[in-house]
């Protein structure tokens, strides 16, 4: 896109005006308000299946990466007609619906978009996410031993996972479900169940304490945020961060000793999905193969943690 202050483009038949072309958003890296406007063109047919119909919570940065941010749930009165809305518990929440509702946020400099669990339609979970979240970006390397602990727990049950950076220190791994067949009751019981399993085998490592005074340098493994009317990084979101990180959809190859999150930014994002794809491409065909009803019968069944992995 050209860089001249203001510029007004067609989209879908709307013209939106995109101010500010020049401003710096993240210094550290160079990147304008320009570029972001190209990445969220760019990456919009990769997040927009994962904002569809779900209510959006937004981190705005109204002065860049380095300035003051806040968070936005009510739709502001100045919204276009095109937006979309819904009422949620006296929330006029924005809902994640096309290019031209991401560019108008994109415009509004919200950096950061956090979706909930269920779409507007349904108070189910779509999905399971966990979220491993280590003290620092130092203990990164413990969000991937945790990760492929997981990972090999959720081979031997059959189940279906992918797995992203954070877009910070961490990584979130996730389970597609069926849609509105399990309740968050249902799948409490399959995340602390993981999250048990990773803090007894390792308890040096990995806890699920919530006071962070109390977690020393451990990973903690945030279950009890997979809840309704709690929200996640939505995949390929950038952050707010200095250097631009982007929550990214990963290969679960790609989880090695190479892995670190600084490697995401949003000026290599486009490049890596022209080159490798994108490892969610398969998430919403997998709602329907995923054998969590039979896990979860198997957890019902057994009140003991270890059964299933034998």
Partial sequence: MATQEDQQVVI???TLTLTSLNKPLWPKRDLIKADYFKYVYDIAPYMLP???NRALTLLRYPHGADGEAFFQK???DYAPDFIETADIEGIHYIVGHDLKTLIWLANQLAFEIHVPFQTIESHQPSEIVIDLDPPSRDYFSLAKEAALMLKDVLDRLALI????TSGNKGLQLYLPLPDQMFSYEDTRLFTSF?????VEMKPDLFTTERLKKNRGNRLYVDYIQHAEGKTIIAPYSVRGNEDALV??????NEVNDD???ERFPLDQIKNRLEQKGCPFASFFEAKKRQPFAKVLQGLKQHEHKGVLMH
Avoid at 161 to 164: D, L, P, T, Y
Avoid at 194 to 198: F, R, V
Avoid at 247 to 252: H, V
């Fill in 12 to 14: 879908d038949g709307t």
């Fill in 247 to 252: 929550a990214t959809p990963l290969y679960w």
């Fill in 259 to 261: 892995l670190r999150p």
């Fill in 74 to 76: 009510n739709c502001p």
């Fill in 161 to 164: 996972s992918f797995v992203k």
């Fill in 194 to 198: 993981l999250a048990d399993y990773l």
């Fill in 50 to 52: 994962f904002l569809k």
